[in-house]
């Protein structure tokens, strides 16, 4: 019943940047929690950034000062807003949302190469 939906992925140049956008549909129109993870080639998957419905953010080390994450007003979206995107940055991105349960999205390739 309950979807996640990625957008936004692609192929990007070093510098540059990209926009995620993740919408969910179904009976939860508030998650508690909402957050983006990656998962390079490879490597295992780790957390990007998360937000709460209050609004408070962590990141990653590895993102701080380049991505920052927020939410739609609705609290079933999210976004993540990608600066300075760096070769390391590829990865298959997951949206990912809480609320009495762990609910994911397929994912949405980002790819930084020159």
């Known amino acids: 019943q ?4 990625e957008s936004g992925g692609g192929l ?3 510098g ?6 993740c919408a969910g549909s179904g009976s939860i129109f508030s998650f ?6 990656r998962q390079a080639p490879g490597k295992q998957r780790e957390l990007v950034a998360r937000i709460t419905s209050g609004g408070s953010t962590n990141y990653a080390d590895s993102v701080k000062g ?3 994450i927020s939410r739609g007003n609705a609290k079933n979206t999210v ?3 990608m600066n300075s995107l760096k070769p390391e940055d590829t990865a298959v991105y997951y949206c990912n949302a809480r609320h009495l349960g762990d609910y ?11």
């Open 2 to 5: 309950v979807q996640l939906v």
């Open 12 to 14: 990007v140049q070093p």
């Open 16 to 21: 540059g940047s990209l926009r995620l956008s």
């Open 66 to 68: 380049r991505f920052a």
């Open 32 to 37: 508690n929690t909402m957050g983006w993870y």
């Open 104 to 114: 994911w999205g397929k994912g949405t390739l980002v790819t930084v190469s020159s």
């Open 79 to 81: 976004y993540l807003q």
